[in-house]
């Protein structure tokens, strides 16, 4: 799941600050993990993870960087899709195939991705919203959308 030529194409229409990131993330981990925020709104350097999903119609892997939080030895990300009234590609990946692949900085792992819910979910969100606050906005933009909290449980090393 780790060669870089297993990757599927990053779509054109991603913006070019996200493929530079995946890029960055691929080439030197270390220096990608921490992300200037400030690009979207956020304030200033955060903590990504390079998420890898297997993609639900394709098959094919599909890595981008995403703004995480750690709690209870798992990792915590957004599907916010900055608030569209859709879920993000990655979720609906995840949910078709849970098993992933996530870097953290150099450190790789194999995870199991489900949707928090309940009590996780609630200290998930207030958790990653205190860290980003657009994501408050985000969910306000959304609508009637509830934005899913991922929760990201190692399950082995890459």
Known sequence: MSAK??????????????????????????????????????????PT??????????????????????????????????????????????RANPECEIRVGAKRMRARASTASGDERTRGWKKMAAMYPPYDDYQKRAGSRQIPVVVLEPIGPA
């Open 5 to 46: 030529e297993e990757f599927e194409k990053l779509p054109e229409a991603m913006p070019k600050w996200i493929r530079d990131h995946v890029e960055l993330y691929l080439s030197d981990p270390d220096k990608a993990r921490m992300w200037d925020s400030t690009i979207g709104g956020g304030p200033g350097p955060l």
């Open 49 to 94: 993870l390079l998420l890898i999903a297997r993609g639900a119609k394709s098959g094919k892997l599909r890595p981008l960087p995403l703004l995480y939080q750690e709690m209870d030895g798992k990792y915590v990300v957004i599907g916010s899709k900055g608030g569209a009234p859709t879920h993000p590609g990655w979720y609906v990946n995840l």
